[in-house]
C-alpha cells in the first residue's frame, strides 16, 4: 500500500462540452452546428446518435451545479455553444444563448465553483463551416469576434479561459481521418486548419489582453499522447518521436517557439502538404498565454510501421488493461508527457484540463460501482504526483467528464461520467468514482 499526499493548493475540477450535454439544440434561437450535421449524417456517429437531447443540461443545469457543488470541486470547465451566441457564426447575437450562460455562471458562482470556459469544442456554426470553416480564414476574424464578445460580456465574472480545445483533433481527426465533424479526408485541409486555428487562438489572447480582463488567464487545451519506443532500434524511435510530434509538438513549438517541428513540416511536404503561413502569424501564435491546458488519456508501446502511410507508428499490445472504448490504460505515458513538455517548452504553469475513462457499468440498486475508473484516476493521479515532484508546475486537475454524455463518433454508447445518464428519464446517479473523487478533494491524500 502507498499513501498519494497531493499539494495543498492543487485545484480540482470536472469538465463537460456544449455539444455533449446541453441538448435544447432547437430551442431560444441556437443555430446549427457541424455536429448537428454530422451526427445526422447515416454512417458517422454509432447508433445514428445526435446531441439534440443529450443530457439536458441546458434546462436541468441547476441540477448539475449542484451535483458539482455536492462533489466540492474547486473548477468547473465548460464549453460555450458558438452557434448559441452567434447563429450564424458571425453578425446578429443571440441574447438567449448569453442569458443561458449567464444563468449557469451565477449559478456555479453562488455555489463557490470557479468557472473555466472554452470558447472551441468543436461545435462550429454550420454557416461558417459552408463559406469553408476553419479552412478560410474568414473563420479566424469571425472567432475572434464572437471571443472579444464573450470577454466583454462575461470577463467581470468568468477569469480563466481556453480558447481551443484539442486543435489536432479539430484538423487532423477531423478533416483527415474523418472521423470527427465535418468528416473530410485531405490532409492539406487539416494542416491548414490545425494553422488557423493557431493563428485564431493568438488574435484571440491578443484581443483579451487588449481588453484588460482583470485577474483574467487565458490558455489553449492541446492533445496529448506518450508513445514508448518497442526497442531500441533507431527507426522504432523515430516512428514515436514522430507520433508525439504530430501530437504535441506540431502545437507546441508554435506556441512557444514561434516555429513548426522542420522534421514535420517536411515530412507533410513529402505527403503532398504545406504549412501557409501568412505575415505576422508566427508572432501572433506565440503571443504569451498564461497556462496550457493538457488533455491526457492514453499512451502505448509502440513501433515503426512500414509502408503505413502518413501516420507509420503502430500500437504494440504489451498486454495492459484497456477501458471500455479500447484505450490502453498507460499512466507511465502520463508522467512522462508532462516531463517532455515541461523540459521542452519551460514553466508555462499547466492544468489538466482533461482524464478520465470510459467504463460502461449501469446502475444497480441505485448504485453504479465504477472500480475501473476508480484504479484509472487514482493510477493516473500518481503518475500526476510524481510529474510534480519532479519539478512540473501543475495549478490543478480537471476530470473528465461530470456526466456521461455524447461521446461524439461514439454516440452514448461510451460513458466517461462520474455521473450515470439515464437516457431515457435523463436520471443523474453518481457512481462510486464520483464519491472516491469527493474523498480525495476533501483529503489531499488516498491510498493506491
Ligand atoms: C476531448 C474531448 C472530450 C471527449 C473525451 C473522451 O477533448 O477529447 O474533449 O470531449 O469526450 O476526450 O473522448
Known sequence: MAIIQLPQDLKFGVATAAYQIEGAANEDGRGQSIWDTFSKTPGKVDNGDNGDIACDSYHRYEEDVQLIKELGTDMYRFSVSWPRIFPNGTGEVNQKGLDYYHKLVDALIQNDIEPMCTLYHWDLPQALQD?????????????????????QEFGGKIK?????????????????IGEHAPGHTDLQLAVDVSHHLLVAHGKAVKAFRRLGIENGEIGIAPNSTWKEPFSTEQEDKDACQREIGFIIDWFFEPLFKGQYPDYLVEWYKQKGATVHIAEGDMKLIQEPIDFVGINYYDGSVARYKKNSGLFDCEMIDM???RTDIGWPIYPEGFYKMLTYVHNKYGDTPIYITENGACYNDDVHN???????RINYLKTHIAALQRAMDSGVPVKGYICWSLLDNFEWAKGYTMRFGLVHINYRTLERTPKDSYYWYQKIIQNKWYEL
Not at 463559406?131 to 470577454?151: C, H, P, S
Not at 480563466?160 to 483527415?176: A, D, G, H
Open 131 to 151: 463559406k469553408g470553416g476553419w479552412a478560410n480564414r474568414d473563420t479566424i476574424e469571425a472567432f475572434v469576434q464572437y471571443a472579444e464578445l464573450m470577454f
Open 366 to 372: 441505485n448504485e453504479v460501482n465504477d472500480i475501473g
Open 160 to 176: 480563466k479561459w481556453i480558447t481551443i480545445n484539442e486543435p489536432w483533433c479539430v484538423s487532423f481527426l477531423s478533416n483527415y
Open 319 to 321: 498486454g495492459y488493461n
